[in-house]
Structures are given as structure tokens and as C-alpha cells.
């Protein structure tokens, strides 16, 4: 098994409808297991050319069994394509983008596909990152945390009501497994809690 970690993103109508979309066909790819998911953040789209909607943003994991990450990559674009995405433009306004952030200690450098994912730096991917597990180290560059503390952090904030992104079912199934109901042992999913007060953190591209 792998672990892997996905960074979601939404802004067009709808972007909660969106985020539970892609969260509940997550749950239900085959050779994955969705086993954690981020508090949501709401960010400014940011190196845009034409003024656009906010972001909906969370960072999910994912445990892989015999899946190579190309192979995740595929899927994340199927859930993409089959929500509306439309690709015309790299820099346009998204029904849901899917990113690899990170597929266990693997390291892809293609020209189209790369792991860790150019945008991991981002302060809300490392924010998610970190309400996932602090101890997340990206290869060949170091711990989340510490990246996160000199991170330029402005621009968005934690979005309240943020459950509302993920379906009651799954939501159901994670608590249960981080309180050892089920699932397997040591395993610590979380869902995001959307009740704390809003945070700053950076804006998405």
C-alpha cells in the first residue's frame, strides 16, 4: 500500500456541490482508499488573467494498493472530466481540479507529471497537508511544517460550514475509523473541522 495525498480545488458554481462530488468518487475508485480529508479553505485565485471566483481547497489521503502513481493520475483526471472540467486553458476557472501531491516517497519528474507536484508549496496545500499529518516530509526538499512556517501566508481563509463538502456517508465511515471502530490499526483519518475560527493561509493558481 502507498500513501498518497491529493490537493482538490473548486471555483465555479456550485464548489461545495463540486468538492462532495469528487470526494464521494474517491471513495468509491477501485485500488484506493480515501482515509483522511482537510479542513476546507476558501482562497483567491491567484496569477489569473481575468479576474475569477474564490477557491474551495482541501488536501485528502489515499491509501494505493497496487496503483502506480500515473495510474492515480488517470483516475483523478476521469473524476475530473466526468464533473465537467474543462481544460481550455490551464489558468481557467474549475469546476474541480485533482493534483498529486505526493505519492509515497516516489519521485516523477516527466514533462507532463510530476511528483511531488510543482504546486505543493502552495500555503494551502501545506496547510492541509499539516491537518493531515505534521510529520509529512516531501522528497528532496523537507518537512511540510517547517515549509509552512516560512511560508507567505495571506489571501484566504479556512471556510465555514466546510463539512457540507463532504457526504454524510463518508463522513460517517472516517470518524468511525479514527475512533478505531474500523479500518486498520494506528490508522488516524480526520475530517476537516470547519467550527474553528478562520485562518489566514495563501491563495491557489
Do not use: W
Amino acid at each position: 500500500m502507498t500513501r498518497a495525498y491529493l490537493s482538490l480545488g473548486s471555483n465555479l458554481a456550485g464548489r461545495t456541490d463540486h468538492l462532495r462530488a469528487t470526494l464521494g468518487a474517491l471513495s468509491r475508485a477501485p485500488r484506493t482508499e480515501l482515509i483522511g480529508i482537510s479542513r476546507i479553505y476558501e482562497t483567491r485565485a491567484v496569477e489569473v488573467e481575468e479576474e475569477q471566483p474564490d477557491y474551495l481547497n482541501c488536501v485528502v489521503g489515499v491509501e494505493c494498493d497496487l496503483l502506480a502513481a500515473v495510474e492515480l493520475l488517470r483516475l483523478c483526471q476521469g473524476i475530473e472530466v466526468a464533473l465537467g472540467r474543462d481544460r481550455k486553458g490551464e489558468k481557467a476557472p474549475r469546476t474541480v481540479d485533482v493534483d498529486v501531491l505526493l505519492f509515497g516517497e516516489e519521485v516523477v519528474d516527466g514533462r507532463d507529471f510530476r511528483v511531488p507536484h510543482r504546486g505543493i508549496s502552495r500555503a494551502y496545500n501545506l496547510v492541509g497537508l499539516t491537518d493531515l499529518d505534521p510529520s509529512v516530509r516531501i522528497p528532496g526538499v523537507g518537512a511540510v511544517r517547517d515549509l509552512l512556517a516560512r511560508a507567505d501566508l495571506g489571501g484566504v481563509r479556512e471556510y465555514e460550514g466546510g463539512e457540507r463538502a463532504v457526504p454524510a456517508p463518508l463522513r460517517e465511515r472516517l470518524r468511525e475509523a479514527r475512533d478505531g471502530s474500523v479500518g486498520r490499526q494506528n490508522r488516524r483519518p480526520e475530517v476537516g473541522d470547519a467550527s474553528r475560527p478562520g485562518k489566514i493561509v495563501g491563495g491557489r493558481t
